[in-house]
């Protein structure tokens, strides 16, 4: 195994260590404030399965996200579900809408794929806004959060926020091992063949609009489930999960963070949620301030943090980079 490898073997245990000791390490103002950078990350991560691995930029994304959260809430209230089949429930509502819609928005790609899934966002928070009945339209829908009940143990109360936490963190994790293999399989090397030929795809035999379809439900079912948590977690949901803004703000997340890479949309999520945070507790023109940040990292940096992490790297440890990359040994 080489240093390169140690090097990250080490720093990922590092990283779990600390996540794993974090409850000991901050308050509960900031371990709140963590767990949605958590569950945002992983928001950002099914956008990236979907646009940085496939290129298909959505503008729809909010839609699972927000059935998502007014699946977990609604199982919790009316049906009394438990924590965790509440939760998957909601990774399997954002599946289901992703088959519905993905069978008509993958036939177009760039921006009529853009359009068409903008145009499904909108329409399904028109419904959400008027089903009142059901999602009670703009003034939502609350309920408690429920006990995590594991069988043969018991019941573990889930009001505690450490308790919360480490149950995020495990979803999270698993999600993400989860994508991380997902990248590696045939179909995840095909989403990838997708994004820089489709055509070629086409010719050499792969059925395109399958594929198209199965990584939009991949994609679909991690992002209502990162609904899910989010509506537990502040147990109450609105159509505020379903708009605009919420569909932007992944959109934003994974730019910011660099879609080029896996863990870029990751990164992007926590650095934007943690700003965004601390921009509001300072003025009221938080969002112009992202706005402009936003814009001189499209300028400056168009591969995102990821990108400037990856540039630094290369500065600090220059053999290595060239080791890398052979082809720069012969320019000059």
């Keep these: 195994m080489t240093s390169s490898a140690w090097l990250k073997r080490v720093l990922l245990l590092a990283g779990l260590a600390v996540l794993a000791f974090m409850p000991w390490l901050v308050g509960e103002y900031p371990l709140n404030l963590i767990i ?63 088959i519905i819609l993905g069978l008509f928005v993958v036939r177009l790609g760039g921006t009529y794929f853009a359009l068409l899934t903008l145009a499904f966002n909108a329409l399904i928070y028109a419904g959400a806004e008027k089903w009142r009945g059901l999602t009670g339209g703009e003034d939502g829908v609350a309920a408690m959060r429920p006990d995590l009940h594991i069988p043969f143990v018991g019941d573990i109360g889930m009001f505690t926020t450490v308790h919360w936490y480490y149950f995020v963190l495990i979803v999270v994790l698993l999600s993400t091992w989860f994508c991380w293999h997902f990248t590696r399989t045939p179909l995840g090397r095909l989403n990838e063949c997708l994004r820089e030929n489709e055509d ?81 507790d300072l003025t009221e023109h938080w969002t112009l301030i992202q706005g402009i940040i936003f814009v001189l990292l499209v300028m400056y940096a168009p591969q995102g943090l990821s990108g400037i992490l990856i540039s630094l790297k290369a500065r600090l440890f220059p053999a290595r980079s060239a080791a890398l990359n052979p082809a720069a040994k012969g320019e000059g």
């Design 200 to 280: 070629r795809a086409r010719f050499i035999g792969y059925n395109v609009y399958l594929s198209k379809v199965a990584v939009n439900v991949i994609s679909a079912f991690f992002a209502g489930l990162a609904g899910g948590m989010a509506g537990a977690f502040q147990e109450f949901v609105t159509v505020t999960f379903i708009n605009l803004d919420k569909a932007t703000d992944v959109l934003i997340m994974t730019f910011v963070g660099g879609s080029g890479t896996f863990w870029g949309p990751i990164l992007g999520a926590c650095f934007l949620t943690y700003l965004n945070q601390i921009l509001s």
């Design 36 to 98: 949605t950078m958590i569950i945002y990350s992983l928001f950002a991560l099914s956008y990236n399965v979907l646009f940085g691995q496939a290129g298909l930029l959505s503008f729809g994304h909010a839609a699972y996200f927000g059935v998502g959260a007014y699946t977990s809430v609604l199982l919790f209230k009316d049906l009394g579900y438990s924590l965790l089949p509440g939760i998957l429930g909601a990774g399997l509502a954002g599946g289901i809408l992703g």
